[in-house]
């Protein structure tokens, strides 16, 4: 069973500070990681993909990946009121990539 | 700067009815998918297609459904008798590759009374 596990939350964090969201897979087989931010009744909206061990940045979010432990996290900065969404973390499990297994999601709270 | 669009952006329907929900993926995208997603359920994907055929799906994408790219532009989802439980966001999405990120269209809501 191909499984990508995220804590549902919310997870709140006060304007200005570090929000740090996890992502745990069980396929060892995977090959690419990817962040969606959704807010809601919207599509999920891609922030960042990592496909290599070790740390990924883009301005104010950082991923991380560490297949040995199979965990992902997102790291997001200086967070804003406006970063209030749910974060999806998906996970390519299929040798050709075309079938991305989303987990359940992370519900983010920043607060003014 | 490029995107996905979707129509209807809602549907309503009566059970046992076929809907079809339309996708227009990026112009240069090769690879394009369908997902759903149930209120307060996770994305769930349904099928890909590529070289007009469809690559994968899954065990939702039962015989009801079907897809096809019926021009050089359009990617379409047909669902052909309704049911209830039917009733959800679907999302288009496509990529420029196998490995490469997806990128979602705005959805269609599809109810099912």
């Known amino acids: 069973q191909k499984e990508v596990e995220q804590n549902s939350g919310p997870l709140s964090v006060p304007e200005g500070a570090i929000a740090s969201l996890n992502c745990t897979y069980s396929d060892r087989g995977s090959q690419s990681f990817f962040w969606y931010r959704q807010y809601s009744g919207k599509s999920p909206e891609l922030i960042m993909s990592?496909?290599?061990?070790g740390d990924k940045e883009d301005g104010r979010f950082t991923a991380q990946l560490n297949k040995a432990s199979q965990y992902v996290s997102l790291l997001i900065r200086d967070s804003q009121p406006s970063d209030s969404a749910t974060y999806l973390c998906a996970v390519n499990h299929d040798n050709y990539g075309q079938n991305f297994v989303f987990g359940p999601g992370t519900r983010l709270s920043v607060l003014p | 700067e490029p995107e996905v669009t979707q129509t209807p952006s809602h549907q309503v329907t009566q059970m046992g009815q076929e809907v079809i929900l339309r996708c227009v993926p990026i112009?240069?995208?090769?690879?394009f998918y369908w997902y759903r997603q149930i209120l307060g359920q996770k994305v769930e994907f349904l099928v890909s297609?590529?070289?007009?055929?469809?690559?994968?799906k899954s065990e939702i994408f039962d015989d009801q459904f079907s897809v096809e790219r019926p021009d050089g532009s359009n990617f379409t989802l047909k669902i052909r008798s309704t049911k209830l439980e039917d009733s959800a966001m679907y999302f288009c999405?496509?990529?420029?590759?196998?490995?490469?990120?997806?990128?979602f269209g705005p959805g269609t809501r599809l109810t099912v009374l």
């Open positions: 297609f590529y070289n007009n055929e469809i690559s994968e």
């Open positions: 990592i496909y290599s061990n």
């Open positions: 999405a496509s990529s420029s590759s196998a490995y490469n990120e997806q990128f």
């Open positions: 112009s240069n995208h090769l690879y």
